[in-house]
């Protein structure tokens, strides 16, 4: 997280400049990132500055979406936009005080995170009379993940669209940051899918309410086999859920299980309100029938304080019922070597050390990390559901308690690295 360190003191001479006491208007303004290139079958994650409105206002809506360098949309099944993150860089974030980076490190700034977008397109809009407070010297940076579906390098930009409103008075909003696994640039957690037909797997987060408030929108963010995403005061009971939609086409080759195409969100002008202290609670809940690894939980609320005497209980409406497809994660290259009876190998230099490894049931295998960058081990298909954290030195041990066959890459060179272990 360095880099945020460096970004922060830099200019962002990109950004559109308006003229001091401009008459009350609500503008439309496009950004783009810096160029992003992505190698083939890759995943490309960092972090830049990113332009903003260099005047005071307020952000109303907000949504982004990857051009390429000439502007024109690239579509997901090309370059998937997995998740991108904004952030105004020195100011505080409710319920994080600093975020560890992809890179391990804990960043040295405080960020507070105020829009997402991934797979399910989740777009900001508050409702009317709302805003989400911007100086002209705030400066925002952009924390992203990227996933290339073809065999050849592709370049991209994140644009982004502001709603953005100059010279009138609103109601401020301040952003709340809920997640099952908060203050990581990949709060990940994996969903072992041992559970039979019908079972469930939740994880869950809490965080008390400073002041009193009202909240009056909301998103969130699941993967595949996610089921609901919900937000409870624990003294009364739930003030927000939501549920995935499934369906479109989906990208080739499966790199990962495909995420939601939507989820339900919250737009509520009189507010759902919140006492000061009162403890919220984010519950994630997935299918556990089969693995899900590497999936998130994550709901972000736009919170106007105001004082408020009482909490309430709400009934969020269901979607639709739609089916998630049910696809197989393939190995991009084959895993390669004679088969090797060992407990353990070295992942490095984009390869795994036994590539084709057999094991007794009740084995606990040890990959032990060196090099400059950053590789994972990740199921693929298998019984269990398993991922280690991103890592260039140290070990990961897992204990492989059900036989079968276990197909399992890095996700972040897919193409280049895969082992199989089969357990007897």
């Known amino acids: 997280m360095r880099l945020l360190a460096a970004l922060f003191v830099v200019t962002a001479a990109l950004a559109l400049s308006l003229p001091p006491g401009a008459l009350a208007q609500v503008q439309t303004l496009v950004f ?50 997995h998740h991108v993150v904004f952030a105004k860089l020195g100011a505080p974030d409710a319920t994080c005080s600093s975020v560890v980076g992809y890179d391990g490190r804990r960043s040295p700034i405080q960020t507070q995170r105020f829009y997402a977008e991934g797979e ?40 982004y669209t502001v709603t953005y409103a100059v010279g009138e008075s609103r109601t401020s ?65 739930s ?69 408020v005497t009482s909490c309430r209980v709400y009934t969020s409406p269901r979607p639709e019922p739609t089916t998630p ?9 084959q895993p390669a070597g004679p088969p090797q009876r060992v407990r353990s190998t070295w992942v490095a230099d984009y390869a795994f050390g036994a590539q084709r490894v057999t094991i007794p049931r009740g084995t606990r295998f040890t990959w032990h990390f060196a090099g400059a960058s950053q590789h994972d081990v990740t199921l693929a298909t298998g019984p269990v559901g398993f991922a280690s954290p991103d890592l260039t030195h ?12 276990y197909r399992l890459f890095c996700s972040l060179h897919p193409s280049r690295m895969t082992q199989v272990i089969r357990v007897r």
């Open 173 to 237: 909003v301040e952003p709340i940051w809920l997640d099952v696994r908060n203050c990581r640039a990949d709060p990940i957690f994996n969903v072992p899918g041992t559970g039979g037909a019908g079972s469930t797997y939740s994880q869950h987060a809490s965080w008390v309410a400073p002041e009193s408030g009202v909240i009056v929108a909301a998103g969130a963010h699941l993967h595949g086999g996610g089921l609901s995403v919900d937000v409870a005061d624990t003294s009364c009971g």
């Open 239 to 307: 003030l927000f859920t939501s549920y995935p939609m499934w369906g479109g086409i989906e990208p080739r080759p499966v790199m990962h299980e495909p995420g939601p195409i939507a989820m339900t969100g919250l737009s509520d002008p009189a507010g759902r309100p919140v006492r000061a202290g009162d403890t919220l609670r984010i519950t994630a809940t997935y299918d556990n029938s089969r693995p899900h690894v590497r999936v998130m939980g994550i709901a972000i609320l736009y919170f106007a304080p105001r004082a």
């Open 394 to 405: 140290g070990s990961f041990s897992f204990r492989f308690t059900r036989p079968g066959t």
């Open 32 to 81: 783009d990132s810096a160029p992003i290139t992505i190698g083939p079958y890759g995943v490309a994650r960092d972090v830049q500055l990113a332009p903003s409105p260099k005047v005071d206002g307020y952000v109303v809506a907000m949504k982004a979406s990857l051009v390429d360098v000439l502007g024109n949309p690239v579509p997901h099944t090309d370059v998937m936009l």
């Open 325 to 333: 497809e049910l696809v197989t994660v393939a190995l991009l290259k």
């Open 120 to 159: 399910e397109h989740y777009s900001m809009s508050l409702p009317d009379g709302y805003g989400y407070p911007n100086r002209a010297t705030d400066t925002w940076g952009l924390l992203y993940m990227l996933m290339n579906h073809h065999d050849r390098a592709s370049t991209v930009q994140i644009r």
